[in-house]
């Protein structure tokens, strides 16, 4: 399975919103693969982590965002969930869908999406397997917006800005920070 030929169904190369998804996956990829890299004792699937990693913003078409060109109906924070419902669709393995949903944040509950009247499906977006940890954590350290593409963000930063949507957020990717060695 090539993920680039799966983007290209719903991206057309060359515009904007490819290469700021692209960009952003391949980033994402090198950093899922590195933490990865390290916790070889933990045996993750590296040829997963390169597929999944590069699809885990897939639906980020289908939802608004200015800063980083999407036009969709859905708010932003939907594109993990309908992430996963597009490569469903396409017949993926079931695991790289759940990438797409629960990457978002350090996961959402489903305690959070009916506390916060959150526009999502009332269930557990939360990673589970290593690999769907490795890649959320991953993602945290870059933007997707042109304006910070070039700036690598630190734990401490992530932490911080996590701690400020709800806390437990912040302790979930802590863990991980601590247990990736990050």
Known sequence: MDPLFIIEKFYTPGTKLYQILVGHSRIVT????EI????THL???LEFIKKAAMLHDIGIYLTRSESIGCSGEAPYICHGYLGRMLLDEHG???AYGLVCE????AGITKNNIMSSNLPLP???MVPI??????ICAADKYHSKNPKHADKTISTIQIIEKLGNI???HAKRFSIWAEEFNL
Do not use: F, V
Request: proline share 7%; hydrophobic share 20%.
């Open 92 to 94: 993926l393995h079931p």
């Open 122 to 124: 009332q269930r557990d």
């Open 43 to 45: 045996n993750p699937d």
């Open 102 to 105: 629960r990457h978002t944040g």
């Open 166 to 168: 709800n806390k437990n």
């Open 129 to 134: 397997s290593l690999e769907e940890k490795i």
């Open 30 to 33: 090198e950093k899922s693969l």
């Open 36 to 39: 990865a890299r390290n916790l």
